[in-house]
């Protein structure tokens, strides 16, 4: 590779085996593109995919190197009359309100100073332009917000959109108009705070969607192979998704949202928007590294679980799911349930699914909850460990579905799978376990479902030795609750693994008196 990559390693055991773990950091925008030397190539990660850079790609990333600067271009053919007199106005008496250094200058200088003009008397800079100007897009005609609803199970065969709409002018105008779109696009619902009065909340905290929007349209790349596209904004049935041409400049996506971090692609466009004020009466942008902090807080606060956020380097997108709101039985229902280990919001929504009857699979939580699936194996476990979830079923075809304990009275039989709860045999069933000081009564059930499984896996065993395949069959259990119960067995000095771990045709076998007990 062209720079040369320089990955850090370390080597560790891990379940016995020795492995060497690497770490291969993201190279600094001075230096992109990265290319193979053989080919002389440079490649985009998108999501489960890689993709040659066309030409226009590889220009964004070697512009983006530098400083960008081209919201500070004059825009020749324009002059001061292109410019909005009363959005002008607002802007002059904002800045001079606003700072006692500027308040000493004329209004023609504090145009020229503060980066609107390029010239004293001369012609708007694009940031002037876009912030200020009367109808930008009379030279820069693609930068708008092109939205969009996804079509609904009630709309005709071959619908491609619902409400397509393609927001223009400055910049306060475009986002003022784009918020009052997803508000006419979107429900409120009822939410119950912990006062127990119930107030009308948006399906999208409003705040957040602000923020968002306003950080498109200052942070979109200006270059000139990023004129030909447009921001995008999409409502789907489960999420929001914006886009902006441009990925992250200054900064890596895990320091999103940290305190203090910032990083203004276009310098100018982002000063001169902090004193821009929209239909609303609010500034385009409250304050420097505020944004994400921001959408991050109001979403918490509404419930909510965080957006999603991917850089691809020439494109930015953000992803907010909808899953919102819950209803004021479920917040009593989930807060009644004492779980062994606190939940996530994600989990909380899906435990909540769960209840109305959804069996959760790998693929249906990523999809539901924008995630990757090692994140989404993590949430499923959680909650099987918790004591909400039951997993059912082999690897590949597994679901999880709330734990039969949780069921409410009178549920339907056929809800009611034989996972760890089975009854068993009188002569396998053993006193009820010994209350652990702390414990909650779930993680209590759940210890007991441990031993009452371990005993019947021990029976199984009296016969000889068994494959995972032959527990898991005979015992009806998934394969996390049989490992769960086994390495019990384990602890206790009373079964042995007959191969290596992984291998399928091992077998675990009970060790009888005089045996060795060691692997």
């Given at each position: 590779m062209e720079p040369a ?14 492995i060497?773990v690497?770490?291969?950091?993201e190279l600094?925008t ?7 030397k053989?080919t002389?190539k440079?490649?985009?990660r ?5 993709y ?11 512009a ?7 919201d500070?271009?004059p825009?020749?053919a ?8 009363s959005l ?13 250094a500027?308040a000493?200058f004329?209004d023609?200088?504090?145009?020229f100073?503060?980066?609107?003009v390029?010239?004293?008397?001369g012609a708007p800079?694009?940031a002037g332009v876009l ?5 930008p ?8 917000i ?8 009630n709309?005709p ?24 779109w997803v ?11 912990r ?7 948006p ?6 969607v602000?923020?968002?929007l306003?950080n498109?349209?200052i942070?979109r ?5 990023a004129?030909g596209?447009?921001i ?17 400049w ?6 999103l949202?940290k305190t203090?971090v910032t990083?203004?692609?276009n310098g100018f466009?982002?000063?001169i ?7 609303r009466?609010?500034?385009?942008i409250?304050a420097?590294?505020?944004g994400?902090?921001?959408v991050?807080?109001s ?7 965080p ?6 380097g020439v ?13 004021s039985?479920?917040l009593e229902?989930?807060?009644s349930?004492?779980p062994a280990?606190?939940?996530s ?9 769960m209840?109305?009857?959804?069996k959760w699979?790998?693929?249906?939580l ?6 990757d699936?090692?994140?989404a194996?993590?949430?499923?476990a959680g909650?099987?460990d ?12 597994r679901v999880?579905?709330?734990s039969?304990n949780l069921?409410?009275?009178?549920a ?16 396998l069933s053993?006193?009820p376990v010994?209350?652990?000081?702390g414990e909650?009564p ?8 441990r031993?009452?499984?371990a005993e019947?896996?021990a029976?199984?065993?009296?016969s000889?030795p068994?494959?995972?395949a032959t527990i898991?069959k005979?015992?009806?259990?998934s394969?996390r609750?049989?490992l769960?119960?086994l ?10 693994l ?7 045709n091992?077998?675990?076998a ?10």
């Open positions: 990559l320089v990955p850090r390693s370390w080597s560790l055991e891990f379940e016995g085996k020795d060497v690497a770490q291969i950091d600094s001075s230096v992109k593109p990265c290319r193979v053989g002389g440079a490649y985009l998108s999501y489960d995919g890689d040659e850079l066309s030409l226009l790609e590889e220009q964004a990333f070697i983006n190197r530098d400083t960008p600067r081209f500070q271009e825009v020749a324009a002059t001061i009359a292109d410019l909005d007199p002008v106005s607002d802007y002059l008496e904002t800045c001079k309100s606003s700072s006692a500027l000493r004329q023609s200088e504090i145009l100073r503060t980066g609107v390029a010239e004293r008397e800079t694009m912030a200020l100007g009367l109808y897009q009379h030279y820069y005609p693609n930068l708008v092109q939205a969009s609803v996804a079509p609904g199970p709309d065969p071959g619908t491609r959109a619902v409400d397509s709409k393609k927001f223009d002018g400055p910049i306060p105008l475009m986002l003022d108009q784009a918020l009052r508000q006419r696009n979107t429900r409120s619902r009822v939410r119950f705070g006062d127990g009065h119930g107030r009308d909340e399906e999208y905290p409003i705040e957040a602000r923020e968002l306003s498109a349209l942070h790349d200006l270059g000139p192979y004129m596209e447009a995008t904004l999409k409502l789907e049935s489960g999420q929001l998704i914006l886009s902006n041409p441009g990925g992250l200054g900064l890596t996506v895990d320091r949202g203090g990083s203004a692609r466009l982002t000063r928007c902090q004193n821009v004020r929209y239909a009466d609010q500034r385009v409250e420097l590294a505020s994400i902090p921001t991050l807080r979403l918490q606060e509404a419930g909510m679980v957006p999603r956020f991917h850089d691809q494109r930015f997108t953000v992803r907010v799911p909808n899953h919102t709101l819950l209803a039985e479920d229902w989930l807060a349930l004492r280990v606190p939940l919001d994600i989990q909380r929504h899906a435990a909540v699914a209840r109305q009857g959804v699979s790998n693929k249906t990523r999809d539901a909850f924008p995630m699936s090692l994140d194996r993590t949430v499923l909650l099987v918790a004591g909400v979830a039951e997993a059912v079923g082999e690897r590949g075809g999880y579905q709330l039969e069921l409410p009275e009178g339907p039989e056929q809800q009611r799978l034989p996972i760890e709860s089975e009854e068993v045999p009188s002569e053993e006193p010994p209350a652990v000081e909650t779930l993680a209590s059930r759940a210890r007991g479902a031993r009452v499984n019947n896996i029976k199984i065993l009296v000889g068994a494959s995972m898991q005979a015992t009806n259990l394969e609750q049989a769960y119960a390495h019990l067995l384990k602890d206790q000095g009373r079964v042995v007959q191969g290596g771990q992984g291998d399928r091992s077998k675990w009970l060790i009888h008196d005089g045996e060795s007990r060691t692997d």
